[in-house]
Every structure is written in structure tokens, then in C-alpha cells.
């Protein structure tokens, strides 16, 4: 579309070679801009952003318009304050922080995450069943292995995240809402061996992010790669530093004048801006029976952005179910032939009832690497459930008891490189109340090597959990 397209080649000209030779500044489309057509009469603003005659580009349109374009002076506008800063370093400002060993939580569908500064990251879960005591899953994502110096002032040991480091290269930075936001990064290593990687230990990177009304709170956590972690922390504590600070980004204006023989805007973007106009014209409904097949598309997975400072929960991996009525769903679930998958982070997983469970990661290089992680055999499901628990009752107020888990043993998965047996993985289905009747929340556990727990949780399992035989099978209710 011209607009864009036309900024885009601005920004490829200036940075190429401007025309006879002018030397330019660079410009990053990372810094918003915005391109203006003021004809012949040009006022420049007196304050803000900076312009200078000589600092402009010829550009020429396809249908061979020509307009001058005065570019910006790019400046950050916080240079000077930044220049004359004397005060604490980042990781001066942070030290209350890691003295305090105080911890930050965050609570999520399956697992809870706790941040303990300076020391550890752990991940776990409590499992409480009635009767019995509680059985705690947990996983340390990274330990820190060295003091920090800065409680030893006089210690000259590094470590990745010091201020030492971070002086001699650039500030990094991470996407926040489309804000790029620099952070403080401090590296934890030394975490639980991870079995999909040979049984290294996991490892962490904390990235403390400015925010004046935080309280240190978590905003993220993330599985970059395998075993590897990315945890974001909001702190009031780096605000005081200049560089640090959250700010947005000015939107700057490129304004160009039409030449003789030009129209005041190209002719392409004029028709443009015009289709944009129609499309904001209201739409009439459209009507249940035009809508498109069931079949076309079954699920699109959600996963819902977080607000900086906010505390909205993120899910494990959701997937959202459209066009199907409740009755459809329960048929094709149990037939196998509608499948959920679910995952967030590295790893993705695809479960179909009675049929397998599929662990995969799919990369724009080298394609989908899929391990099956378990094989439905009705006959091996009956051995286990035998031996194990196939139901979980729950007990009413009314004193009556009614179904509230049911466990299915999948074996015969891809052999595991360090057991060298066929992995296994038991399926928990759970009910779970949702404002979303359709909404499915998918996770996976490894308490054991290659030894695999995965959970599915529902209010579709709802309607059908009390149909459950003694082997916890289930069927169509009736």
C-alpha cells in the first residue's frame, strides 16, 4: 500500500545515499514516524523535534510524482540528563532488593512461580488430593552460583548483568507492548537438570524493567528454548537511573512538499485513504447460515497480552473452540477425531482422545521436529487402571460424590534416549469453570525422565466426567 510503502523508502534512502552526496543521519524504524503533505506554504514547528533546510530526500512515486521530504534531527531528547548523571549504578539501585532476600510471585492456571532475588527462580505446583497429603511438583529454573559483588565492594569478580558489563556494551532492550524497553539483566544458572537436554541444568535470565507504580512484581515468564528462561520484573528501584526510565517514544513528522507538476499527495494514496473510509462504514450482520463450514477452521490458539503493571493471569496455552455446538464436540473429542494441542513456549503438545499425545516444535528452518510421547491402548489403559486410580471423586455438600478426575495411561511412545524404555504419559482429564464454555487449558509435566503427566482441563470435560466407567472411559451422555 503506497503510505507505508513510501516511508519505507524514505527510510531506505536515507540511509542508503542521499541524493548528491549529502551525508544524513541514520533513521531506525524502530522510532515512529509520520509523513506530512503541507503543499507549498511549510510552517516547521519552533519546538520539539529539530529540522535544517539541507537535511532533506527527493522522492519519486511510481506514477513519477516528485516531492521534497524534510526529514527530522533524531535526538532522544534526554541526552544531556543522561550525559550528567552521577548518581547510583543499575545495580547499585537494585542492591536493597537482593539484601532484603525478598521473593515476588506469580500465580498462574497450573503452576506458581517464585522469584527470589538474588538467590533462586522456582516453579511449582501443589497437587492436594482428600485424604492425602500434598504432593509438591517443582522445578528451580536457575540458582544464582556467585555473590553478587556488589555486597563485597571490594570484590572484582563478573558476573553477566554487572555493571561492568552492561558499561562496556549497549543498553539491551525488550519489546513491552511495542515499546522498546531497556532492562537490567542478571543470569541464574545451576537451575533442576533438564532430560531434554542431556540433563544440563536449567537456566534463567531476570530482566529488571523501570516502573514507577510497581512493586516488583513478575510480569513474564517465558521458555525461550529448551529449558531456558526469560522472567521479566517491574521495580520502581531503576527509575532513579536516566537510561532505564520508561518512556514513550515522540512520533516524528516528515513533512513533504509536491514539486511543480505534482499533485499535493500522490494519486495512489489519495485512493487509499478513500477504501480506508469505506471500510470504517458499518457492516451488516452476517447471518448464522452464511456462516463458513465447521470444518474450515476448528480452533485458533489465544494468548491474551499483559499490561505493564497489571496483574491479569497468563494461561498456559488455550485454545478457544468456535462453530461447533456442545453435542458435535463431545462426539468428535471422543472419537478422536477433533484434537487439542496446547504449550506455550519451545515446546507444543497435541493430544487426541484415545488415539496419541505428540510433543512438537515447529521452526521456520528446520521445520517440525514431533516426538510421540504416548499411544492409546485401550488394553494396556485397563492393565494400568488396575493398579492405579483411574476416577477422582469429589465430594458434594449433599453428601453425594461425583466425578471430579479422571487419569488415562498412554505407553508406546518414540524410545527414550536416557532410559532407553518407550516413553509413557497419563492423561488427567479435568472440569474446570470457565467464562468461555469452550475454552481448554493443556499442560505438561516430567516427574520422572521421559515419564510424562498431561494435564487437560475444560468445562467441555464437565459434561461428560460422570459418564465414566470403573477404567475411567467415557462416553457420549445421554
Known amino acids: 500500500c503506497p503510505a507505508p510503502a513510501l516511508l519505507c523508502g524514505l527510510l531506505a534512502a536515507v540511509a542508503a545515499m542521499a541524493e548528491g552526496g549529502r551525508a544524513l543521519p541514520q533513521l531506525s524504524d524502530d522510532i515512529p514516524f509520520r509523513v506530512n503533505w503541507p503543499g507549498t506554504e511549510l510552517s516547521l514547528p519552533t519546538t520539539g523535534v529539530l529540522y535544517k533546510e539541507d537535511n532533506y530526500i527527493i522522492m519519486t512515486t511510481v506514477d513519477k510524482e516528485k516531492y521534497k521530504c524534510l526529514l527530522p534531527l533524531i535526538a532522544s531528547g534526554n541526552e544531556e540528563e543522561e550525559k550528567d548523571y552521577k548518581g547510583p549504578t543499575p545495580g547499585e539501585l537494585l542492591e536493597p532488593l537482593f539484601k532484603q532476600s525478598s521473593c515476588s510471585y506469580r500465580i498462574e492456571s497450573y503452576w506458581t512461580y517464585e522469584v527470589c532475588h538474588g538467590k533462586h527462580i522456582r516453579q511449582y505446583h501443589e497437587e492436594k488430593e482428600t485424604g492425602q497429603k500434598i ?176 496483574h491479569q493471569l497468563l494461561t498456559v496455552g488455550t485454545t478457544h473452540i468456535s462453530k461447533l455446538t456442545d453435542e458435535q464436540l463431545i462426539k468428535e473429542f471422543l472419537s478422536g477425531s477433533y484434537c ?44 494400568w487402571s488396575r493398579k492405579n486410580a483411574a476416577r477422582t471423586f469429589y465430594l458434594r455438600e449433599d453428601g ?38 469452550h475454552a481448554v487449558t493443556i499442560y505438561m509435566l516430567e516427574p520422572h525422565s521421559c515419564q510424562y503427566i498431561l494435564g487437560v482441563e475444560s468445562p467441555v470435560i464437565c459434561k461428560i466426567l460422570d459418564t465414566a466407567d470403573e477404567y475411567g472411559l467415557l462416553s457420549v451422555p445421554s
Open 340 to 383: 487439542f494441542h496446547g504449550g506455550v513456549g519451545w515446546w507444543k503438545y497435541e493430544f487426541c482422545y484415545g488415539k496419541y499425545v505428540h510433543q512438537y516444535h515447529e521452526d521456520k528452518e528446520s521445520g517440525k521436529t514431533s516426538v510421540v510421547v504416548g499411544t492409546w491402548s485401550k488394553e494396556e489403559h485397563i492393565e
Open 135 to 310: 504432593n509438591i511438583q517443582e522445578y528451580y529454573l536457575g540458582n544464582m552460583i556467585m555473590k553478587n559483588p556488589l555486597s563485597e565492594p571490594g570484590s572484582q569478580e563478573l558476573f553477566c548483568g554487572s555493571d561492568l558489563f552492561l558499561s562496556l556494551t549497549q543498553i539491551p532492550t525488550k519489546n513491552i507492548e511495542g515499546q522498546m524497553t531497556p532492562y537490567y539483566p542478571v543470569e541464574l544458572g545451576n537451575g533442576t537438570p533438564c532430560s531434554l537436554r542431556q540433563n544440563l541444568p536449567r537456566s534463567s535470565t531476570v530482566m529488571y524493567i523501570c516502573h514507577p507504580e510497581a512493586k516488583h512484581e513478575i510480569l513474564s515468564v517465558a521458555e525461550v528454548t529448551t529449558c531456558e528462561y526469560e522472567v521479566v520484573i517491574l521495580t520502581p528501584l531503576l527509575c532513579n537511573h536516566p537510561k532505564y526510565r520508561f518512556r514513550a517514544s515522540p512520533v516524528n513528522d516528515i513533512f513533504c512538499q509536491s514539486l511543480p507538476g505534482s499533485p499535493l499527495k500522490p494519486h495512489n494514496l489519495e485512493q487509499l485513504e478513500k477504501q480506508q473510509e469505506m471500510l470504517k462504514m458499518p457492516f451488516r450482520r452476517v447471518k448464522e447460515e452464511e456462516m463458513p463450514s465447521t470444518k474450515e477452521e476448528k480452533f485458533s490458539s489465544i494468548h491474551k497480552p499483559v499490561a505493564v503493571g497489571s
Open 400 to 437: 453425594t460424590q461425583t466425578v471430579r478426575m479422571v487419569s488415562h495411561f498412554y505407553g508406546n511412545g518414540d524410545v527414550c534416549d536416557l532410559t532407553d524404555k518407550p516413553r509413557q504419559v497419563t492423561v488427567k482429564l479435568k472440569c474446570k469453570e470457565s467464562d468461555s464454555p
